[in-house]
């Protein structure tokens, strides 16, 4: 079965300082990692994918395949990335199933 | 494009009562997902419709159903309701349904049963 794990319920950060949320997966195939971002009152988006190996608002995540790991990181937090981020992963295959972490609250200090 | 619209946004009832939510998704998308989201579980997946199929369902009970239609909006029913269902349910909508596709997320509808 394939699960998703976020460690960390909370972060806090200041502004400008690094920032790193956690992400590690079990799956027996190859899987697919994406980010998912809520902001206040918004409707959960997608924000990166490992595939597209894309910058987002300056986040950055890399699929670490021996450690399955997918983290996700900013090197100089902004006070406007305060969310709750998600990570997921879809299996391989004709269905699509998300499976989610449980999020991490950030929360980027003035 | 108009975005993933679900409806009602807000339902009371109480238990033992029986709930129909609405999903209308993007134009063009013929996959919709449905979720549940609440403080203790986080997210979880309730079923996948692709074409009018159920492609896919979660580890839910058989209380929980639901259906597209061809026009790709979906219905999720939720019968003899309990507390517990009490939640944000979220659907998500894609293009292929397959592959790396963007899911694209509704508000949501809160029921709150009681």
């Known amino acids: 079965a394939q699960r998703v794990t976020q460690p960390e319920k909370l972060l806090s950060v200041f502004k400008g300082a690094p920032v790193e949320l956690k992400c590690n997966y079990s799956?027996?195939?190859?899987?697919?990692l994406f980010w998912y971002v809520q902001y206040s009152r918004q409707r959960l988006q997608l924000l990166l994918r490992h595939i597209s190996r894309e910058s987002i608002k300056g986040f950055t995540a890399d699929l670490n395949k021996g450690e399955t790991s997918f983290h996700l990181k900013k090197p100089f937090a902004q006070e406007e990335d305060s969310a709750m981020y998600y990570c997921a992963l879809i299996s391989s295959g004709s269905a699509r199933q998300l499976t989610f972490g449980s999020g991490t609250q950030l929360t980027v200090l003035p | 494009k108009a975005g993933v619209t679900q409806t009602p946004r807000y339902l009371i009832k109480t238990r033992g009562q029986q709930v129909t939510l609405s999903c209308s998704p993007i134009?063009?998308?013929?996959?919709v997902s449905w979720y549940q989201q609440t403080p203790g579980q986080g997210l979880q997946f309730l079923f996948e419709y692709f074409s009018e199929t159920q492609r896919n369902k979660g580890n839910f009970p058989g209380r929980f159903s639901g259906r597209q239609f061809s026009n790709s909006r979906s219905e999720m029913n939720v019968s003899t309701l309990e507390l517990g269902d009490s939640a944000l349910y979220l659907c998500a909508s894609s293009s292929s349904g397959t592959g790396n596709t963007e899911a694209f997320f509704g508000q949501g509808t809160r029921l709150t049963v009681v």
């Open positions: 134009s063009g998308h013929r996959s």
């Open positions: 799956y027996s195939g190859s899987p697919e």
